[in-house]
Each structure stands twice: as C-alpha cells, then as structure tokens.
C-alpha cells in the first residue's frame, strides 16, 4: 500500500524561475500513514500558494515561512489523530527543496533524502533523523547494534517538540554547484547505493525515464517499502525541470 506522496511546483514570476520539489513518506506499519503525508504535502501546497500571492522571495523570510507551513502540518496531524480513534499514532516522514534561479533550501524531517547530483557524482545532503544515525553522530559503534537503522527519532506525528532542519543551517541559501537535487524515499535510497543513484541520474535519457529508471532499480534491489522520488534539474542557464515518481 502507498503511504508516499509527492508534489513538484514551477513557477516563472517577473522572470525569477521557482521550483519546488518534496516527498513526504508515511510511517509504515502505522495507522493513516497515506492521510498524515497528504496532510503534510497540503501544507506544502499553501506554502506555494503564499508565495504566488505574496511573492516574498527574500531568502530569509522563505525559510521562516516554510517551517512554519511544516509546523502547522504537524499540528494538523496530532488534531487528525485526536478526533479519529483509528488514526491514533500516525505520522509520516517530510523533505522538500525550494530552488529559485540557481539557488535552494532544504527543510528535512525524518529519514527521506535530498541530493545534490551532477555528472561527477552526487552528494547526500540532509541527515536522516533515526535512532542508528544519531548514535553514529555521538561517535557510538554501532555496527553490532539490534536497532533497526531506519527507527524513526523525529517526524511529523504531533510531537510539540517537532525538529525541522533546514540546509543550509546557517545561510539564506546554497548556490546549486551540480546538475539537479533529488529527494528521495528511504525505500528508494535504503535499495540504492549513491554510485548507483548517480548513474542513473546521469542517463542519456529524459529525466521522466531516468525517474522511472531509478524506481524500477529500487524494486529490482527488492526494496519492498514505498518508493517515491522528486527530481528538479537545471535544463539551461537557470531553468528548471522539475519531475516527481512513485
């Protein structure tokens, strides 16, 4: 069953190009997994949408308004989940790049992947919110651990205490150095190793058939988790394509 969903958003305003890609993985084994990464891709929606509207590019308030979109989807979550016996424990997963002209940001929760990829190679960007990543944060052996590597440490389920990273911490935005940025499920990136990944991505192909090329790989590695990826590559000097697949 599909808990995944992904969106992809292009606009051209007064000449700024704008993209935004994101997937949103719902907790597996969870009740209403597929409804908290609806809501989750909704509140991305209206993000957009204020945009549009308001059309505030200014890179500082984009990073502002955008965790605060993702807060209010968490909230949304823990209502859901209060009013709904059935959807008690729900949650999903939440990764997403905004990218205008040449530069982007990146808003993680959880263990979905964003990548900056070229013909050279690809470069993991975010850092997986799990209980095995956090132990190797700390300098922890964990190679005899009985922890399952993708056990969950932060996502959308409620939780007050939500974390939202952002990439980069510290500056407005990061200057795209490659060809595109991914994001992708961890049913896709858990099948995957990043050479693979890039050699894909660097396919004489259309980005759709290198989309789809990567997710049939994934099934063909026997990845039997959801598998969902959105892909936004640079088609000339500062034109974007962005391509979502799941």
């Known amino acids: 069953y599909q808990e995944g969903r992904c969106l992809d958003f292009y606009m051209n305003l007064n000449g700024t190009e704008i993209s935004l890609i994101a997937v949103a993985d719902g907790m597996g084994g969870h009740a209403s997994g597929d409804k908290a990464a609806s809501i989750a891709v909704r509140a991305l929606e209206e993000f957009w949408y204020s945009l549009e509207q308001n059309r505030e590019l200014d890179w500082h308030t984009v990073r502002g308004n955008l965790v605060n979109f993702i807060r209010h989807a968490n909230n949304s979550i823990r209502r859901y989940s209060e009013r709904n016996e059935t959807a008690s424990g729900m949650g999903t997963t939440l990764t997403c790049c905004v ?3 040449n530069e982007y940001i990146v808003a993680h929760v959880g263990d979905c992947r964003a990548y900056e990829y070229s013909e050279d190679g ?5 850092r997986d ?10 300098g922890i052996d964990v190679s005899s651990t009985n922890v399952r590597g993708n056990a969950l440490v932060n996502c959308l389920d409620g939780d007050p205490n939500l974390r939202v990273d952002l990439y980069p911490a510290k500056q407005n935005s990061a200057v795209l150095r490659g060809q595109g940025l991914m ?50 590559e640079l088609a000339g000097q500062t034109s974007f394509v962005p391509v979502v697949h799941s």
Do not use: F, W
Request: charge should be negative.
């Open 99 to 101: 990218i205008i002209n």
């Open 122 to 126: 690809i470069r993991q960007i975010t």
């Open 129 to 138: 919110h799990t209980a095995i990543q956090e132990a190797m944060d700390r």
């Open 183 to 232: 994001v992708a499920s961890d049913g896709v990136h858990g099948a995957m190793g990043e050479a693979d990944m890039a050699r894909y991505l660097s396919l004489p192909k259309s980005l759709q058939e290198r989309a789809y090329a990567l997710i049939k790989a994934s099934l063909d590695n026997g990845s039997r988790d959801n598998l969902s990826i959105a892909v936004c």
